[in-house]
């Protein structure tokens, strides 16, 4: 990036901003960000991994006085040696890395701290948060409490055990309807995610996700287990549709999902281990389309079947134990 772009005083757009390897190159560093306060729409900062004095340059971005930018990614790097460096200096640089409340859409790629920073709780705009590739990422801010939130995508956080380290601590007003906005959901490479809440749940019954529709689950071999216990389905009242894949160990669908009925597409790619699905499909009666692709020990349907009415398009492909005639 050119030295001295931080002149512009009135620049309105600037896509990306890629940092310098060091304050020698003839590249701009990350303060040139500092009074270029008009910018708006999207912003990708590249390679925040070139920050050196971390300390300095993150005051001197002022992200939280840029109110018209909408779209913010952070990303630090790609780089496999970037997994060597030091925690505390990204937990560090985030936090000073906070943008304004207006801010729609966060994605954070290749940061390297264990914490998030607490500022997330509090962007009550954010329509959209994606993290990628956070590979020692254990713990996350409450994300109940973002009322305008409708996606949420967590991609190769190999360290993530559970979305929230603790339930709501308002568990005695269960009248609070928590994710009132989410829509969609995307679990990809969460290798030891194992649910939502990490303490145990008191028993008083909460309103979770009454707007959810799509889910994909893909590579998390602990968040969907045989006996449904995990994931409390009966949270995901108003899903339609669910994608599961690469479940190289599930044998069976978990007995929860039976009691989502507004489900109307069931796609399963990949689950080797499937031997069969239950009967009680047939309880899915609003079930419209059902794909199953590379299940090689899928042997047959259920006689359930016959009870999917609504349904309009079915798919078996590289399924080779599966009945010929399907």
């Known amino acids: 990036m050119p030295i001295g772009l931080g002149k512009l005083t009135c620049l309105r757009q600037l896509s990306d901003f890629v940092v310098a390897w060091d304050e020698g190159s003839k590249g701009a560093m990350l303060n040139e960000l500092n009074s270029l306060n008009q910018l708006k729409g999207r912003i990708v900062l590249h390679d925040l991994i070139n920050v050196e004095n971390v300390e300095i340059e993150s005051n001197q971005v002022n992200l939280r006085e840029k109110k018209h930018l909408q779209y913010l990614v952070l990303r630090w790097s790609y780089s496999f040696l970037?997994?060597?460096?030091?925690v505390e200096n990204n937990e560090f640089f985030?936090?000073?890395?906070?943008p304004h409340p207006n801010l729609q859409s966060l994605v954070v790629e290749s940061f390297m701290g264990v914490s998030f920073s607490s500022w997330l709780s509090s962007i009550t705009n954010l329509v959209e948060i994606k993290l990628f590739h956070c590979k020692k990422l254990k713990q996350l801010p409450p994300l109940h409490q973002l009322p305008s939130?409708?996606?949420?995508c967590l991609e190769e956080l190999v360290s993530l055990e559970y979305v929230s380290d603790e339930e709501p601590s308002f568990l005695a007003?269960?009248?609070?309807?928590?994710?009132p906005s989410l829509?969609?959901?995307e679990f990809m490479n969460c290798y030891n995610?194992?649910?939502?809440?990490?303490?145990?749940?008191?028993?008083v019954e909460l309103a979770q996700f009454p707007c959810l529709s799509k889910m994909q689950i893909e590579d998390c071999p602990k968040l969907i287990v045989d006996d449904g216990e995990v994931i409390e389905w009966g949270s995901f009242r108003?899903?339609?549709?669910?994608?599961?894949?690469f479940l190289s160990e599930l044998k069976s669908l978990p007995k929860g999902l039976q009691f989502v009925t507004n489900l109307q597409e069931l796609i399963i790619y990949g689950c080797y281990s499937l031997m069969a699905l239950p009967d009680w499909i047939g309880n899915l009666t609003s079930l419209q389309r059902l794909e199953i692709s590379d299940c090689p020990n899928l042997r047959s349907l259920p006689e359930g079947m016959h009870l999917l009415t609504s349904l309009q398009k079915l798919k078996i492909q590289r399924c080779p134990s599966c009945l010929q005639d399907v």
Request: overall charge neutral; glycine content about 6%.
């Open 82 to 86: 970037y997994e060597e460096t030091g």
């Open 94 to 98: 985030l936090e000073k890395l906070e």
């Open 149 to 152: 939130l409708k996606t949420l």
């Open 173 to 179: 007003s269960p009248s609070i309807t928590l994710f």
């Open 183 to 185: 829509q969609e959901i």
């Open 193 to 203: 995610l194992r649910g939502w809440w990490r303490q145990e749940r008191s028993g």
């Open 238 to 245: 108003s899903l339609q549709s669910l994608s599961i894949r």
